[in-house]
């Protein structure tokens, strides 16, 4: 159970079988840092080029095709005191000829990141929003594995293998279970948000360089055809694709099959637990993937009597 | 301010410019009863045809078209002990080609409803979830005023006039804004559900009926182009379209109006606060249109010194 | 096999369960005219508002639920030299953020029609395609029969009943097979276009008022769940929804149904000629619900030895 | 113009930046041959692994980032007398919950090509369509160039980099226009149709290998966001997207751009052209990406005085 610092000095903007730079143990833990989707570093330097750069990847030595690679993020916290978003309404989240007009000629607005005091503030003067303070929520937009068929995959995008979700869910603490393609998996990570709100409707969080500790597992005999997520309030599971009704259907034939075939439950509990208490997350419209969230609130699996095997 | 007591003894299964059961003034409350969406009332006999038949519609004195109607939900309860549901996940809420099978011949399943207690239990031996209580969260699956150009529109669906949304949300203590199109408004209502979980993915909530009573109030100068409302936590407008997507378009469109339109916000604040503190609830992803709720917590709103209007 | 004159005095913009200005004997014919999408007729008089107004309905006296109505479209033909256009691609056919501009400040756009000559031409001087003559392709946009549950359902919309499908392809010559839910079908009519594209992407076709004749005759063995065609050159059968993969997912299920249950042929035939000689068609991409053809070319069905029952 | 033979020793499940198997001048024909979608060859053998491997990448000198790739399909026939087609329609393509029975085992079924006949026949006893001969329509289901950002796209799926198209319309005698993302172009192709259904819905057209000869050719003054083609009796844009309503919307947009900016049609001109003459076929409703194809028939071009450039 090693603690390994890695310091990067390049980043990728696909997800791939690219060279790892790092590999570790099952059990593991990694403590690292990311830049902002524009490549900007905890200096404030462009040390890459934009597209939602990602450190990494690191392989895990024990990590096959068809294992389950966990993901648990012990820390995730920006590391420098400015952040920025878009200003406006993604035009395909409006209806159609609808203009969101803004009264700035920016196309990106400055947000100020108070590290001690754990909260953003819109740092735009002249409008309402300007200096109120806002508690952080870090979460990380873009994190996954390589993909199968040799794919190298936009870092703007996603699929099975994760990437860009922009899920504000995607917190300290919780764990992602991600499928693993590849020998090594390939873990890549990026795209830090000081907050976000659902959907990530104006193409961005609150953007922002990292601090990232993350402990890497690999379950050699459970298998997950999307990524699942054990948090402390919920089970998740993840459909990125469109429509928005296509990422439902993954995200609740992933979670009905982890209800059945792995927890165990019958075929008629899990589906009427699933039609009276499931809940759903837009994760993001605005990426060529969206991203929805099939979620069961562990309340829900306890008062069942159903435990979880250890997520992590 | 008179509190009308209505007993239906008949029921609509289209939302339409049907003949009012009741002309109530604005400010008026009704307190009546709805069968369930087989048309089964709280003696447990069928006084009605299948499909979510409605009790009303109340005309409202004041209401034109153009004009808003305000229903704030007062209480909505199950009036028996005896609800159902569908036993299967519906098939396109589901990867396609994906079976969910169920160990069991019956279409529907019975739930337990205890009034008293306020809890409701599946009434399905030898089912892991068979006689496990859950708190009742009653909230009304369809209601609406008639739709514009005269139209008919079948309480399987929804639109810009209410219908079908089958929305988790929709629980007492809430006030709903719905536009007006023809005279008196013509609110109908019915379809309640002691619970349901969000999307309504196997078709039903715990379907019941119910004991509802309601208050409606006309806003002369207000103009809603989709149902909005307002919570105790949140406001929230509604989309109702397919694919989902399109219902964000329409929800999204709705809530900016709301804040920069109508509450005063500027360009940048608006989308701002959208993009970083937005929330989407899924209403339904089971009937012909579906449902997606934009949501804005009220605590973010005071943060920003924004107040509303007295919903009501 | 009588023919009926009908001259028009007033229309509907709902198709539904209105009183029947006509009813005929099945086999019978009815001449009659249709106003166009704004309400103006032969004149060039605007008589009734705008939205589509419907000639008719025509009531079928064998016709029951359950049963098929067959319309022929005997003769379609504009009945005036002036139509006219919308000038903008919607914007929801276009990329979102996408403008199309146009160099004019009207939203709509003359056409001169030469009904003897049976072309039609842009009245819209200064630019590349005035008066360049095309064509004429009659067709109507909007057709159908009173819809289930006592609906009344907007003429600018469709569904299993018809309506505003905008399909290029509903000429002279075509005979369409309905479903009938209401006694005596109810059969409504309007809504013609002198040409249009695939999709009726600027919102219109050359909008016109037409002179119609048509034969209705029921089928009384006969089950369709969507409308069906037989035209002189293919089958059709057509789905009206959004997304437009629904559509295709409404209309193919149609098909494979005509092929399989009621031209009898085996399983691995009807999907392996849908697979290698099935024909789409867009009908609209403009109108709340999208309308998708699904064709088979009637020379596939001679050489397989599949021969039509009498369609009309 | 020289004309190079080449002989495939290696292929590619991925569109991506691979070593060049040959590098050609700019205006040079190439001939070559391609595996079927499981990697069977002209002698039936298997060469490769399954998943539309590609012959290629075939480099350009000439083409860099930003610059047009023309390929011109100068032959296009296969090359052995056994294809292939799966035998059920995919579910995703018929309503949800439809099952398309078969009456076979067999997942595929067989397709006897007559090479010197120029026909294709079902080779499946007991069927009503075996032994009927159709007439034979080659094209390539999938080919493409390396996809921007490094990235290398399953051959399963398509982009604005071309890819798996799965359109019946890229026959001999078209000229494709696809972006050029890094130098050199790089095309591949493969996926060889003896014949296909419009939407590819059995998810296969009669899979067989070819013999190509095409034609590369850069254009360094033009640019194109989506590909583009131009045949004998049309052009025609491609999108390629999910749902198909985005399909639509890329390949609109492209044809919009092509006759306002690239063609010199004036705004009103472009938007009535379309409006009244557009033609769209579905390409594919199977893969993860789906294709639209937008048309313009080349003789309402012809009427409207507007001349191609060279497309070759």
Redesign the interface.
């Known amino acids: 159970m090693a603690v390994h610092r890695f310091h990067p000095d390049h980043y990728h903007?696909?997800l791939?079988t690219h060279a790892p730079v790092l590999t570790v143990a099952s059990g593991d833990t990694v403590e690292t840092s990311t830049v902002d989707a524009r490549g900007y570093d905890q200096t404030g330097a462009q040390v890459t080029e934009r597209?939602n750069p990602m450190t990494g990847p690191f392989a895990v030595a024990e990590a096959e095709p068809g294992d389950v690679l966990a993901v648990r993020f012990d820390r995730l916290w920006p590391n420098r005191s400015r952040g920025w978003?878009?200003?406006?309404?993604?035009?395909?989240?409006?209806?159609?000829?609808?203009v969101?007009?803004?009264?700035?000629e920016a196309e990106l607005?400055e947000w100020h990141v108070d590290l001690e005091g754990g909260t953003v503030s819109?740092a735009?003067p002249?409008?309402?929003?300007a200096g109120?303070r806002?508690p952080l929520c870090p979460m990380l937009g873009c994190f996954g594995v390589a993909p199968d068929?040799?794919?190298?995959?936009?870092t703007?995008t996603s699929g099975p293998h994760g990437g860009n979700m922009d899920y504000r869910g995607f917190v300290q603490g919780v764990t992602v279970l991600l499928p693993v393609f590849v020998p090594g998996a390939l873990f890549h990570l990026g795209d830090g948000h000081a907050?976000?709100?659902?959907?990530?409707?104006?193409g961005?969080?609150?953007e922002i360089s990292f601090d990232v500790t993350f402990t890497l597992t690999v379950h050699k005999n459970r298998r997950v055809a999307w990524p699942r997520a054990v948090g402390p309030d919920c089970i998740m599971t993840v459909g990125n694709?469109?429509?928005?009704?296509?990422g439902?259907?993954?995200a609740?034939?992933e979670m009905?099959q982890w209800l059945q075939a792995d927890l165990g439950?019958?075929?008629?509990?899990a589906?009427?637990?699933?039609?009276?208490?499931?809940?759903?997350?837009?994760g993001n419209?605005f990426d060529p993937a969206?991203t929805m969230v099939c979620k069961v609130p562990r309340q829900v699996l306890d008062?069942?009597?159903?435990s979880l095997p250890d997520a992590g």
């Open positions: 903007i696909t791939g597209g978003t878009r200003t406006r309404i993604a035009p395909h989240v409006l209806d159609p000829g609808c969101a007009d803004v009264d700035t607005a819109l735009q002249h409008t309402r929003l109120i806002w068929r040799g794919q190298a995959i936009s703007a907050i976000q709100g659902d959907g990530e409707i104006v961005t969080g609150v694709a469109r429509p928005l009704d296509q439902v259907q993954h609740t034939t009905l439950l019958d075929a008629v509990s589906q009427a637990l699933l039609g009276q208490f499931v809940e759903y997350d837009v419209v969206y008062r069942v009597g159903v």
